[in-house]
């Protein structure tokens, strides 16, 4: 099979999962149909939700309008922090009037990005921190982006406080991130790279985490979990994830899928969530 074709479903969970962060605009899935083969597919392997993440204001007018269409869809919005060079007043009460939309679950991805060189750590810092407050006045969760930036970010949440709910999109920490961001009573996120053999300080990371204290997620259409790496991601991959981190962990599939929904159910709040 081609490296550019998805991989194949995966058997299904035996009980439901969810998706707690994933880009189907950039999977090219941006119509109402296509939205909905992705999640039928999802649902098919027991994948029954997803949190569609936005990281520009383009991306983030669209999750949170997806987020209308299927039930299963949440939405999450605000501005990636490689994109806050240009981070001003228009973009902050756009970000704000969509953030305060139903459907939209969480402010996110925000956080700290030092691989890449796009935004300078300033401005980057600045956008996190009104992340944050945004977050509080509206009450809801954070999601973090965190990449080779673990000591900032831990220490600008502590500077500003931190919402009620804290959850790291697509940890990538050790075991002594993992700790801290435990100790602070953070949600950690696992996605494809937790399954890679060459990835061993998460996989230890992820050994230690107290079930019910992570979700699992996808960042599609990026990271597709092994054995599938390089091939193009969807919601149902999270199946694949699922089952490997239970391997990892030395516990039952359907313990790990029902910790990590129950989890999920308790960050985002699906219940109370409306359709408007």
Request: aromatic content about 8%.
């Amino acid at each position: 099979m081609s490296r550019t074709e998805r991989p194949p479903l995966p058997e299904r969970l035996p009980v439901n999962a969810v998706d707690a962060h994933t880009h189907l605009d950039a999977c090219g899935l941006t119509t109402p149909a296509q939205v909905a083969e992705a999640l039928d597919r999802a649902g098919s392997v027991g994948v029954t939700r997803a949190v569609t993440v936005a990281d520009d204001l383009t991306a983030a007018r669209w999750a949170a309008e997806a987020a209308t269409w299927d039930e299963r869809l949440y939405a999450a919005v605000a501005i990636h922090p490689t994109r806050t060079a240009t981070f001003g007043e228009k973009e902050q009460a756009e970000i704000e009037r969509l953030a305060a939309r139903p459907r939209v679950v969480a402010i996110g991805e925000t956080g700290l990005d030092y691989y890449w060189d796009y935004s300078p750590p300033q401005a980057q810092q600045e956008a996190f921190r009104w992340h944050i407050d945004l977050a509080k006045r509206l009450g809801k969760p954070l999601m973090i982006h965190d990449r080779d930036a673990h000591d900032d970010v831990l220490r600008i949440l502590d500077e500003e406080g931190p919402p009620e709910t804290v959850i790291f999109h697509c940890f990538s920490g050790d075991a002594g991130v993992a700790r801290r961001c435990l100790d602070a009573g953070y949600v950690l996120s696992f996605a494809g790279p937790v399954t890679f053999r060459n990835a061993r300080p998460l996989r230890e990371a992820a050994k230690l985490v107290p079930l019910g204290q992570f979700t699992v997620e996808t960042d599609a259409p990026f990271l597709t979990p092994h054995p599938f790496r390089g091939r193009p991601n969807e919601p149902y991959c999270v199946a694949y994830t699922v089952r490997d981190l239970a391997d990892l962990r030395e516990e039952s599939v359907e313990e790990l899928a029902e910790a990590t929904t129950a989890a999920a159910e308790r960050v985002f709040r699906f219940r109370s969530v409306t359709s408007s």
